[in-house]
């Protein structure tokens, strides 16, 4: 077991995130954003540098943390199918050359005025998932599908439809805590609940191989079109289940990578200008992991 995380939450400058971790006495890091940009999108000088700072300072990336499928995407848009496979090959010989096994992806967004098991929405999203998967898989990378605002994030039986369409031994879950706590629950009719954390993991858990650590605490709204504002917290302090979760990995013989995603200072996909930011989201992500530490001791790991 290892702990690592989005240190692009303590600061966007690569040398914040290297002394986060370093202060952590981590030797990780998921990499989502480098700066404004990504592995995907760096000069090859800009990458080189980032190989040099990596490398001087004894620290790693376990993940790419990238946008391929995501909650922006449609899988019935050619153009955003096309900046998929663009991100992944762009990003997978720079993966090869500093060693990093797993790529985050996810499977394309929920189109507000289509009902999202609609058979050619279902056909789309599993064809193209399967397409990226097989470049992963020729590659040598592992595709972490993480159940965010996307189709295998509508509800763990979305998840499962998913596995059953996806059949390779490179294609896994990367499972978030956080994010049923937003996101409704689409099984049965509506209107519907919002996800619980609990319920997902259990229905997931013999496919999970790495687990996203986040925190939060929502309520639903009345358009179920919309997703629900959710107040960000420290692990454990919100409606993740994120002790319970932790303790049963732990009874159940988990041993992959926790990696922090706190969104406690600011969301990450907001732009929040605060001259004071800065020095907050170093310390909160410092704070942060420093408290799952804790969490991880209180729920019997040997940490």
């Not at 319920?199 to 986040?214: A, C, D, L, W």
């Not at 629900?228 to 002790?243: I, L």
Request: negative net charge; hydrophobic residues 35%; aromatic residues 10%.
């Amino acid at each position: 077991m290892f702990l690592t995380g989005f240190a692009d939450e303590a600061g966007s400058d690569l040398k914040v995130q290297i002394r986060a971790t370093k202060e952590l006495n981590w030797k990780f890091i998921e990499s989502r954003a480098i700066g404004d940009k990504n592995l995907s999108t760096l000069t090859d000088a800009e990458f080189d540098a980032v190989c040099e700072q990596l490398d001087n300072a004894g620290i790693r990336i376990n993940c790419y943390g990238s946008g391929v499928a995501n909650w922006s995407k449609s899988a019935l848009v050619e153009a955003d199918v096309e900046a998929s496979k663009k991100e992944l090959l762009n990003a997978i010989p720079r993966m090869q050359k500093l060693g990093i096994k797993m790529i985050r992806g996810m499977s394309f967004k929920m189109l507000e005025d289509r009902e999202p098991d609609a058979p050619e929405i279902e056909e789309a999203v599993f064809r193209h998932v399967n397409e990226l998967v097989k470049i992963c898989e020729d590659a040598g990378i592992v595709y972490g599908h993480e159940n965010c605002m996307n189709y295998g994030g509508l509800s763990y039986l979305h998840t499962l439809k998913l596995l059953d369409h996806v059949k390779s031994p490179n294609f896994t879950l990367i499972f978030d805590t956080g994010n049923p706590v937003f996101n409704y629950r689409h099984i049965g009719a509506k209107p519907y609940p919002l996800q619980s954390a609990w319920e997902f993991y259990k229905q997931v858990r013999e496919f999970i191989s790495y687990v996203h650590i986040k925190d939060g605490t929502a309520l639903p709204g009345d358009d179920m079109t919309k997703r629900p504002p959710c107040e960000f917290c420290y692990p454990g302090d919100g409606c993740g289940d994120v002790r319970a979760i932790v303790t049963d990995l732990r009874k159940t013989g988990y041993d992959g990578g926790f990696s922090m995603e706190p969104h406690v200072a600011s969301v990450f996909h907001a732009k929040t200008p605060d001259a004071g930011l800065d020095e907050i989201k170093y310390t909160s992500y410092v704070r942060y992991g420093q408290l799952f530490e804790k969490l991880l001791r209180e729920c019997g790991w040997n940490w």
